[in-house]
């Protein structure tokens, strides 16, 4: 007896029956690849955080005494041109660099942060509602300059001496540790140990044990500047150099912990 014959439904219909089971088996496959795919992509990830856990968090603080200094300064001229106002200003510039360099300070420490130069402008009353263009009258040219002082034993002179030379604006000292590295590390390792001990008690609490670590954060906050302020170019003439007291300098790293639990 041929295949046709034990097979009546498929001997009727065989043809739509053959493409449907390969439509089928090729669907079957197409999945079968897809999630092979995703297999291979899972290989090497972290496996997904896992529910029980718990975070603690710690903070630390290390101090330091300043071993470097910052200083800015602006110079503002005003003149009638822009050409005028500009020679101006450099010559109170070249008088605070000459200054600068006798005091120690190197060529690398001393950086312009801004140079800008902004007209005066006259305006006229408007009249039957005709509005006369505004006439410039001069220019101000203002150049903004920091200063790193490494010696801080000199930061007073610095300061009295930028004073004399006509600088229009001072404001500083603001003190750092030129390489925090080293505090920040006694900061961190304090908080750590905080949050470690903060994590036993509570797991102790709360009858469950640490696994292990699933999760760290740090952040170490900056610390604000020190001002000291000074005002306008002729009041620095002659003036003493001021006592600045350095104190020191507090470093703070907070840190959060999520521990998994059992």
Known sequence: MSDNAQHPFLNGHGRPVR????????????????????????????????????????????????????????????????????????????????????????????????YEINPHYEYHTCFEGVCPAPKITGYDVSQAVSVKVRDIKTVGDVIGGLGEVGVTNLSGPSFAVDDPTSVEAQARAEAITKAKAQAKELAGQLGVRLVRIVYFNEQTPSSPPIPYGMGGGESFVKAAAPSVPTGQNEYTVNVSITYEIR
């Not at 290989?43 to 710690?58: F, K, M, Q, W, Y």
């Not at 050409?83 to 360099?101: G, P, R, S």
């Open 19 to 114: 493409f449907a089971l390969i439509a089928v088996l090729g669907m079957l496959a197409i999945f079968l690849l897809a999630e092979t795919v995703d297999v291979v992509k899972g290989i090497g990830e972290p496996p997904p955080s896992p529910s029980d856990t718990i975070v603690v968090s710690g903070q630390g603080k290390a101090t330091a005494i300043p071993d470097i200094a910052t200083i800015t300064y602006t110079i503002t001229k005003t003149a009638d041109t822009v050409a005028d106002a500009q020679a101006e200003a450099t010559h109170v510039e070249d008088a605070a660099l000459t200054f600068l360099k006798k005091q120690g300070v190197a060529e690398a420490d001393v950086r312009t942060t801004s």
